[in-house]
């Protein structure tokens, strides 16, 4: 029996009015995946002044969206665009730096794409 996994991991700190965030994909996301963590991400973020957000997201593990889930991103990446400082990108797949490239021109703050997580935590923590 084949168990296919989908989802994503999060871990979530704040240290004074700074929030970190590091989304690990896991399969291919469903519009239920977002309806879960969405929540919790705007709660995290609400009050805080813009651009105080920064995130990782580690695409190693991702296998794609269903229709709907890439909606949910797109709509989701809009709603925090804003409030993003920096935006690490952990990946091996050429899209991957690509998509990188493309959320780099959605949001106020800079998005960088890495092959390494621990190199992405440095530079999202580098004042």
Same mark, same amino acid.
């Given at each position: 029996?084949?168990?296919?996994?989908?989802?994503?991991?999060?871990?979530?700190?704040?240290?004074?009015?700074?929030?970190?965030?590091?989304?690990?994909?896991?399969?291919?996301?469903?519009?239920?995946?977002?309806?879960?963590?969405?929540?919790?991400?705007?709660?995290?973020?609400?009050?805080?002044?813009?651009?105080?957000?920064?995130?990782?997201?580690?695409?190693?593990?991702?296998?794609?969206?269903?229709?709907?889930?890439?909606?949910?991103?797109?709509? +989701?990446?809009?709603?925090?665009?804003?409030? &993003?400082?920096?935006? $690490?990108?952990?990946?091996?797949?050429?899209? *991957? /730096?690509? +998509?990188?490239?493309?959320?780099?021109?959605? &949001?106020?703050?800079? $998005?960088?794409?890495?092959?390494?997580?621990? *190199? /992405?935590?440095?530079?999202?923590?580098?004042?």
């Amino acid at each position: 029996m084949h168990i296919h996994t989908h989802g994503i991991r999060i871990d979530l700190s704040r240290i004074g009015e700074k929030v970190f965030v590091e989304f690990v994909l896991l399969g291919k996301l469903t519009h239920e995946d977002y309806e879960t963590f969405v929540p919790m991400i705007e709660h995290a973020v609400k009050g805080l002044p813009p651009r105080s957000l920064n995130i990782l997201i580690d695409m190693r593990r991702f296998e794609g969206w269903t229709p709907k889930a890439a909606w949910d991103d797109f709509k +989701f990446g809009l709603e925090l665009r804003d409030d &993003i400082e920096k935006m $690490a990108v952990v990946g091996d797949k050429t899209w *991957e /730096a690509l +998509f990188t490239g493309m959320a780099g021109w959605m &949001i106020s703050g800079q $998005a960088k794409f890495f092959e390494s997580v621990e *190199e /992405a935590r440095r530079w999202l923590t580098n004042p």
